[in-house]
């Protein structure tokens, strides 16, 4: 695995965020779990009650990477979720595309 690829990419999602591209990735990802995650799966995930955005943004691990190392997923701590923030790569190494998926 490409250690460069993903700082990269965590670093792509991180930047994503407030701008158009982060309204279908990151912040969409941010936003969902706002909404639908209680206050104990948030103390679980990342040790806060309320967490602001981003606070949950800082949370992010590396999930996996697949299709040959062009994509790599992001996601809670602790498995309390199943969605991830894909960040996806083009052949040359620049970044195609960071989406929320599920």
């Known amino acids: 695995m490409d250690l460069n690829k993903k700082e990269k990419?965590?670093?792509?999602?991180?930047?994503?965020?407030g701008t158009?591209?982060?309204e279908c990735g990151v912040d969409l990802f941010i936003q969902h779990h706002l909404?639908?995650?209680?206050d104990s799966?948030?103390?679980?995930?990342?040790?806060?009650k309320k967490p602001t955005n981003n606070q949950v943004l800082?949370?992010?691990v590396f999930k996996s990477c697949w299709?040959?190392?062009?994509?790599y997923d992001f996601s809670l701590p602790h498995e309390i979720t199943d969605y991830v923030v894909s960040v996806?790569?083009?052949?040359s190494g620049g970044i195609?595309?960071?989406?929320?998926?599920?």
Do not use: C, P, Q
């Not at 799966?41 to 806060?48: L, T």
């Not at 996806?88 to 052949?91: A, Q, S, T």
């Open 9 to 17: 990419a965590l670093m792509a999602i991180k930047a994503s965020s």
């Open 20 to 22: 158009g591209i982060g």
């Open 35 to 38: 909404e639908e995650l209680n």
């Open 41 to 48: 799966d948030w103390v679980k995930a990342i040790g806060f």
């Open 58 to 60: 800082e949370s992010l």
């Open 67 to 71: 299709d040959e190392g062009l994509a």
């Open 88 to 91: 996806r790569f083009d052949e």
């Open 96 to 102: 195609e595309e960071i989406s929320m998926e599920g």
